[in-house]
T-cell receptor, first 115, second 109 residues
Framework: NAGVMQNPRHLVRRRGQEARLRCSPM?????VYWYRQLPEEGLKFMVY????????ESGMPKERFSAEFPKEGPSILRIQQVVRGDSAAYFC?????????????FGPGTRLTVL | QQQVKQSPQSLIVQKGGISIINCAYE??????FPWYQQFPGKGPALLIA?????SEKKEGRFTISFNKSAKQFSLHIMDSQPGDSATYFC????????FGTGTSLTVIP
């Protein structure tokens, strides 16, 4: 039973480019969460999605960031026109049940570096 | 503001000793308190979790102590081992997870 999968594991972009981060939840999980982790800091919630729906995007920056979880395929976190401050580790988590007060299983993360 | 405050930032413990990490929260609506362990280059992995209707939960060498009136909870690692060296995050959950800033634990052989 594969765990949460994220790719790429490392991503390098120049300022102004787009970054696309992909997350495949665990089998049977239909709830996906994205977090950002800056060096020496904890994880900060960004967005919570179910298939084809954004449930809570209160942690997402208002501009340049978007997320989707289509009916088929992985969840995508998209960052347009990246800036140096976007450099961070981005983690995806999934859970089998609704709501956020339950166990979440994390992927290995995508480490984004913006040059 | 930081919803969950975690201390200490770093901790060095001798092998066989007890590691204690503390967290405090403000929002009494939180209803789930997990601890995650993270190794360098890896994603966080759930270690142990507690709900506010119990004061203590033990799983092997790991124990959560929960003080609802003080709005504090702590992780105790008994008989700490070098393999426990990692970063530990506490979290509190209501509609979303709020994570502490992490504690870097080093267990010296």
């Amino acid at each position: 039973n594969a765990g949460v999968m994220q790719n790429p594991r490392h991503l390098v972009r120049r300022r102004g480019q787009e970054a696309r981060l992909r997350c495949s939840p665990m089998k049977g999980h239909s709830h996906v969460y994205w977090y950002r982790q800056l060096p020496e800091e904890g994880l900060k919630f960004m967005v919570y999605l179910q298939k084809e729906n954004i449930i809570d995007e209160s942690g997402m920056p208002k501009e340049r960031f978007s997320a989707e979880f289509p009916k088929e395929g992985p969840s995508i976190l998209r960052i347009q026109q990246v800036v140096r401050g976007d450099s961070a580790a981005y983690f995806c988590a999934s859970s089998p049940v609704s709501g956020m007060g339950n166990e979440q299983f994390f992927g290995p993360g995508t480490r984004l570096t913006v040059l | 503001q930081q919803q969950v405050k975690q201390s200490p930032q770093s901790l060095i413990v001798q092998k066989g000793g007890i590691s204690i990490i503390n967290c405090a929260y403000e929002n009494t609506a939180f209803d789930y308190f997990p601890w995650y362990q993270q190794f360098p280059g890896k994603g966080p992995a759930l270690l142990i979790a507690i709900r506010p209707d119990v004061s203590e939960k033990k799983e092997g060498r790991f124990t959560i102590s929960f003080n609802k009136s003080a709005k504090q909870f702590s992780l105790h690692i008994m008989d700490s081992q070098p393999g426990d060296s990692a970063t530990y995050f506490c979290a509190a959950s209501m509609r979303q997870f709020y994570f502490g800033t992490g504690t870097s634990l080093t267990v010296i052989p």
